[in-house]
């Protein structure tokens, strides 16, 4: 229990980083700067290493790792500070600023980003090229900046979402036989299958339209962006089909009045109460599931992640990043690389239910041999399988602001108040105006 609550706050911490600030930039971190920089020097010294709420849940492990390294190298010596999720953005931007960040610090592309443009950090396409190969490549490629050399960050440890279905409730609708969605079009279908089934008493599918919106469009092939990510461009006629089929089942009352609004928070407690159907989610809300909704989890299946035509899937990553301005880039670096080895992240996924991004530490028999009683296995196994043909589906100019303005003109096309084709139009006029920004 301490440990689901621990990864769920690792995971909101990562989320605020969706709306970091611009920063100022010294001479020799100029925007769009710094590709191909290589780092010399020895692997000796003191580095600072900074992680997102990892402590105390974690201390054994991040210690033994610091002892381990130590160890492989004498004469290095690595601090350890934690960063608690209020405020971690707001300090990360200052140290940015002030050059002062950590030698090595735990970020999501999504606020990396932001500083990558700006050049803070080490090019690991010119300094890590030699362990490039052992991660999957979709981790590898959430660090790239687009129309810009190079990546930035060593993936650490993702997270992909599985479909938990609710047995039960399927049998209730006729549809025991039935498999699960796999795509999106058939998680709209079968929405309405369920829900006219349930008579209000339970729903097919919780839309929780601030996260599924983004991923479901990249699903569904909407170009979410322009090649040099300069403006949004998802207002396409698949976009509108997407929202109109969501108007749809509002109107025939397919789904909850009050779930236009409501977030993933809320559609767990759906899931939990045996209102909803289908759960797409990550793998370790199983456990929050087991917990407080014993009988919803023991009727819980689970299938893979509904995905696009061609199989790809969704993962969120965090990272490694190493500034330029470290005192000691050379021990940084290779800190970077042993933290986020195949053993390494092999040794934490088995006590969080995370994923780890190098591609030998899916292989273990781990993540490959599964008991069929055992949901939790089940997923794992499901989990580890999507993750060769998984990417970041959510661009990371998808900030707080944007998803504001564009969930916003959602809810009102599902809700009948605007045509789908108009309220994506204006969608896109203001995701474009902040974008400019």
Known sequence: MRRTRAFAAVATAAALFLSGCGLSSGDDTAAGGGSGDKVSG??????????????????DYINKLIADFEAKHPGTKVNWIDLPFQGAQEKITNDAQAGTLPDVVNLNPNFAQKLEKQGVFVD????????????????????????????YGLPWYLTSEVTMYNKDLYAKAGMAATAPPKTVDELLTQAKQL??????KF????PALENSFVPNLAKLGVPLLNDDASKWTFNTPEAVDYVTKMRDLYTSKAIAPDWLTQDHAKETEAYSAGRVALFPSG??????????????????GVAP???????TTNMSVMGLLVPK???????????????SNAENQLAFAKIVTILPSTADSLKDPYFTQVSESDPTSVARKISAEQIAKAQNLTPV?????????????????????????TALDQAVDEANTLLAR
Do not use: C
Request: glycine share 10%.
């Open 42 to 59: 020895d692997v000796k010294g003191d580095i600072t290493f900074a992680t997102l709420a990892l402590k105390p849940t974690f201390d």
């Open 124 to 151: 690991m396409e010119a300094n890590a090229a030699d362990v490039k190969p052992s991660y999957v490549p979709g981790a590898w490629d959430a660090f790239k900046v687009p129309g810009q050399a190079g990546s």
């Open 195 to 200: 829900s006219t089934a349930g008579k209000g």
């Open 203 to 206: 729903y097919g599918w919780h």
């Open 283 to 300: 793998p370790n809300f199983l456990k929050v599931i087991g917990e407080n909704a014993p009988a919803v989890a023991k009727a819980t």
């Open 305 to 311: 992640q509904i995905a696009s035509a061609d199989g």
């Open 325 to 339: 301005k470290s005192k000691n880039p050379a021990t940084a670096l290779e800190f970077a690389k042993f933290v």
């Open 397 to 421: 100019q998808w900030d707080d602001r944007t998803k504001a303005a564009v969930i916003g003109k959602v809810q009102l096309a599902v809700k009948g108040d605007l045509d789908p084709k």
